[in-house]
């Protein structure tokens, strides 16, 4: 899978969740939102995928739907490289300009996500001991296995938690940490992040925004899941106080809210997204999660994780497909197999996974050959062009069909022995059998095309514009028989 | 001239009223011990006053002597307290130090002689 079709199937996804999240997200838990969110970002960061019959993409191939053509990992893979027989200088760079535009965004992103933080990181490592008997005490309450300050800072306006192995909770100056129950409201609240490394959830979100930078859909989950974050620990808060605590908590919040400045992407603010939308939440947090709620949200995590995380499997595989080629080498992946092909003037040489030879391929005068695999079946075709290009399609393709109605075709067939002579439109075509390997000559004793017979001991003879003259079917006992006008 | 310093740069001078011309090696080392900033954040943080005209940095051994007495830096901070909170008005600061509960009622009885004084 590449960088594109991961993108694009994650997508599918990301709408998928935000409109369960439009729909129901006063009705969830807020955890069901990260766990579906982290479910794209397993999919935008996980270069494979599990194939499911439960696939969406098993269901729109089923049904032939046109759609496939944009969902992602359906349509077939177009590579395109400069065709060089020679071999190619290691580090020659023949990037096609989609990937450098990639990399210089991606490098941009990353770059201004890393400065960011390092002058955030910079800025903390400056703040100050707070010195307050109620936070003493409340640490020794809330021990966990790595250690967390609390510390101060003049240079923040809402209280924040970074690093990931030993989380800091930054207070503003501006709080009063005098007044006990904002302190433990906001504590409680950081206290939810650092448990759940929430930090660490946000650098993956942000690696994923930088990969996936060209995706509208990615902003838009990295927005939404930051929000999230903040929503499922509002409600781990509330639910820690009691629902009475809800109007109280949300009041604070808004008190907060309005010593609001400037942020950095990095930190787990405490009052940092959409307030009206958390607002509301908090409000609308019911008592206790029922066991209906929370039945209902792990049938939607594992219906849309099946749904929409997984790929299309058996029928719907062999549209799975790709290729590449670099130089005068090149892969096909075709119904989940992998091939690998050489070319070496117009003849290709097509391997399996382990290096074995499944078939060789020749290209025809208008420089197209078709590659099959073992079992004679079109995996790809390579189109060498005069300019020296190559460009590979993989999968059956339309042309590649060979008609097997051969009744259409006048002429005579006879054999002998391991020999046999065919007349098809006024040409005279021999072949000799040598194993299962079957070589047509024209009637100059050229050869014109060799044929191997499959398991069932079937071969296709053609001529020299691949163009079908009969077929070869070799017994078990010996007996050759010809099927053809 | 008006030097605006943050929270951390005050805990650099803070060093410095106490302790008089102090080289950085020992400030890094003394606050260290009080609020735990590493030797860099330290350095970065005596830079930023030396560049705010704060501290006079002054050889061998990256003395640094304070250019800004105490009384400066809190008379500025009370007027911008009194200006923020209290309306430009020093009655309305003195009239809520009084009401703070946690003074003594020796400390009140001299806060208010004071603001008779003043009037």
Redesign the interface.
Not at chain 1, 152 to 155: A, E, G, L, T, Y
């Given at each position: 899978m590449d960088i594109m079709q991961m993108s694009l199937s994650a997508a599918v996804l990301i709408i998928a969740i935000v409109v369960i999240r439009a729909l129901a997200i006063h009705r969830l838990p807020k955890k069901t939102f990260l766990v579906l969110w982290s479910v794209a970002l397993c999919r935008l960061l996980i270069p494979f995928s599990i194939p499911s019959r439960l696939s969406i993409y098993t269901f729109i191939n089923w049904f032939g739907v046109s759609f496939k053509e944009e969902a992602a990992n359906t349509s077939p893979t177009i590579a395109y490289t400069p065709y060089i027989f020679e071999p190619i200088p290691a580090g020659a760079a023949h990037m096609p300009p989609v990937l450098i535009i990639w990399l210089i965004g991606t490098a941009a992103c990353a770059l201004f996500f890393i400065v960011t933080y390092i002058r955030c990181c910079?800025e903390f490592?400056?703040?100050?001991?707070v010195n307050n008997d109620f936070i003493t005490a409340w640490l020794q309450e809330h021990r966990m296995m790595r250690s967390i300050r609390i510390r101060?800072?003049?240079?923040i306006v809402s209280p924040l938690t970074y690093g990931i192995w030993h989380p800091t909770v930054l207070l503003p100056?501006t709080m009063d940490c005098t007044d006990e129950t904002t302190l433990r409201y906001v504590l409680t609240h950081e206290f939810e992040h650092i448990r759940r490394f929430d930090t660490l959830y946000k650098l993956l979100l942000a690696a994923a925004f930088c990969i996936h930078w060209f995706n509208p859909l990615v902003w838009v989950m990295y927005i939404l899941a930051n929000r999230d974050i903040e929503l499922s620990c509002d409600e781990a808060t509330v639910r820690t106080f009691g629902e009475t605590a809800k109007s109280t908590y949300a009041l604070m919040l808004i008190g907060l809210e309005e010593k609001k400045g400037k942020q950095s992407p990095f930190c787990t603010n405490f009052s940092k997204n959409a307030i009206e939308e958390r607002i509301v939440s908090i409000m609308k947090i019911s008592k206790k999660a029922s066991i209906f709620t929370i039945i209902t949200a792990l049938a939607v995590v594992a219906g849309v994780s099946t749904a929409f995380a997984t790929s299309a499997l058996s029928e719907a595989s062999d549209r799975m497909q790709s290729a590449s080629i670099s130089g005068n080498q090149g892969e096909i992946q075709v119904d989940g197999a992998a091939y690998h092909f050489t070319i070496n003037d117009d003849v290709i040489t097509v391997k399996d996974a382990d290096g074995k030879i499944v078939s060789t391929a020749t290209a025809d005068s208008e420089g197209t050959a078709v590659l099959k695999d073992a079992d004679d079946k079109q995996i790809g075709k390579v189109t060498l062009e005069p300019s020296g290009g190559v460009s590979v399609v993989a999968g059956a393709g339309d042309s590649a069909d060979i008609p097997n109605d051969f009744t259409e075709i006048g002429g005579s067939v006879s054999t002998s022995g391991n020999q046999g002579e065919i007349q098809v439109d006024g040409a005279v075509y021999r072949f000799t059998i040598d194993d299962d390997v079957i070589t047509v000559k024209d009637a100059n004793g050229k050869i014109v095309s060799t044929a191997t017979a499959d398991s069932e001991g079937n071969a296709i003879l053609k001529d020299a514009d691949d163009k079908q003259i009969c077929k070869v079917t070799l017994g078990a006992s010996g007996e050759i028989s010809v099927v053809a006008p | 001239m008006e030097i605006k310093l943050f929270d951390s740069e005050l805990k650099i001078m803070d060093v410095l009223w106490k302790e008089g011309d102090t080289t950085a090696k020992r400030i890094s080392d003394i606050l260290k011990e009080q609020v735990g900033w590493n030797m860099n954040t330290t350095y970065t943080l005596i830079k930023r006053c030396i560049g705010k005209g704060a501290i006079e940095r002054r050889e061998p051994n990256f003395l640094c002597h304070a250019l800004i007495p105490k009384e400066q830096v809190q008379e500025r901070e009370t007027t911008e307290l009194i200006n923020k909170v209290f309306d430009g008005s020093a009655d309305l600061l003195f009239a809520s130090l009084l009401n703070r509960k946690n003074l003594s009622s020796e400390e009140i009885e001299k806060l208010k002689q004071l603001v008779n004084h003043l009037e």
């Open positions: 910079r490592q400056t703040s100050l001991p101060q800072s003049d240079k100056k | -």
